[in-house]
């Protein structure tokens, strides 16, 4: 989509820069068809005078009059010079732009004065157009540049946007994963297991009462220590601690959270108690089925004792 709208954007870019050169090309076309046109007038009314003055000089005129009156009538401004190079007669500008016209069998020359036609741009023409196409190319590099800024720009909020999502689903105190992280990895999990087959467990921690801060932090770090390196660790609430256990079933989520549960006691001296559940292919649920059901092991837990739990039945028992 981003992709797309670059494209659009060089082609705006690059069609109006067209449509101006369009413009300045015809203006520049129409003015110097107009001024080919003036010459032209000009030539002929330069020839015609010519022939005139050669004609009164024959004849043994006044030359002073006739091109006055040349003047008055054509509404001309004509120049007769001598061989010399001398005025004769006429009112034109010797400095003015002129067109000169030899008059027969004489050394006289007429010139008549041309009137600037158009804008007076055409001799100006080269530059404009060099400009013309420097401002198109500025304007396509800005357009990279300034898209190059906003893709960055994106990219640098989807880096931000992912970080404070990651803030927000994590434990302020001890930096382990939230509930909320905890549901949104286990529903991933259970995705994937109910395509590939694969199952997980769930190993709830909880420590009776009102834990101090100090304690909170030794159990997640030990939590933390204890799990292996695909394990996923989080805090779900005030002394509660949770480890998601990949690729494991009931017994294996059942043994490793009684393993954990005993390092926390020997090494700390802390009652803990625990309860589990497993996902299954075969049994479809939800994340929050299934952190439900480790909180009722864990009530079963503490109701009837660790090993009178309905997942800890038949397994192997060890004295702390």
């Not at 413009?23 to 009314?45: F, H, I, K, P």
């Not at 960055?152 to 927000?168: N, P, T």
């Not at 909320?180 to 921690?205: H, K, M, P, V």
Request: aromatic residues 4%; glycine residues 10%.
């Amino acid at each position: 989509m981003a992709g797309t709208r670059k494209v659009a954007a060089v082609v705006l870019v690059a069609a109006l820069a067209g449509l101006a050169m369009l413009a300045w090309w015809s203006m520049l076309a129409a003015e110097r068809a107009a001024v080919r046109a003036t010459d032209t007038g000009a030539r002929n009314a330069a020839v015609a005078s010519a022939l005139a003055v050669g004609t009164l000089q024959r004849s043994g005129g006044e030359l002073a009059g006739v091109v006055a009156l040349t003047e008055q009538s054509a509404g001309l401004r004509l120049l007769v010079r001598d061989g010399a190079g001398r005025a004769l007669a006429g009112d034109a500008d010797p400095s003015a732009r002129l067109i000169v016209a030899d008059v027969p069998g004489t050394d006289l020359t007429v010139a008549v004065e041309v009137d600037d036609a158009g804008l007076g741009v055409g001799r100006f023409s080269h530059v404009i157009t060099a400009a013309a196409f420097l401002v198109m190319a500025c304007s396509v590099t800005m357009l990279v540049i300034v898209a190059g800024d906003r893709r960055r720009a994106h990219v640098e909020i989807d880096r931000l946007g992912k970080r404070w999502a990651e803030a927000a689903a994590a434990d302020d105190q001890t930096g382990l994963g939230n509930r909320t992280r905890l549901l949104e990895d286990t529903a991933a999990l259970i995705a994937r297991g109910s395509r590939y087959g694969n199952s997980f467990g769930l190993a709830l921690f909880e420590l009776p009462g009102e834990p101090s801060d100090g304690l909170i932090l030794a159990v997640s770090e030990m939590v933390t220590g204890q799990a292996r390196g695909a394990d996923l660790c989080y805090r779900v609430d005030g002394g509660r601690f949770v480890t998601v256990l990949p690729e494991q079933d009931e017994t294996g989520v059942t043994l490793a959270a009684d393993r954990i549960r005993r390092t926390i006691t020997e090494r700390l001296g802390q009652e803990i108690r625990t309860g589990v559940s497993s996902f299954s292919p075969w049994m479809p649920c939800s994340a929050s089925d299934l952190l439900l059901r480790a909180e009722l092991d864990l009530g079963t837990s503490a109701l009837l004792g660790e090993d009178r739990s309905p997942y800890r039945a038949g397994l192997p028992t060890r004295t702390a």
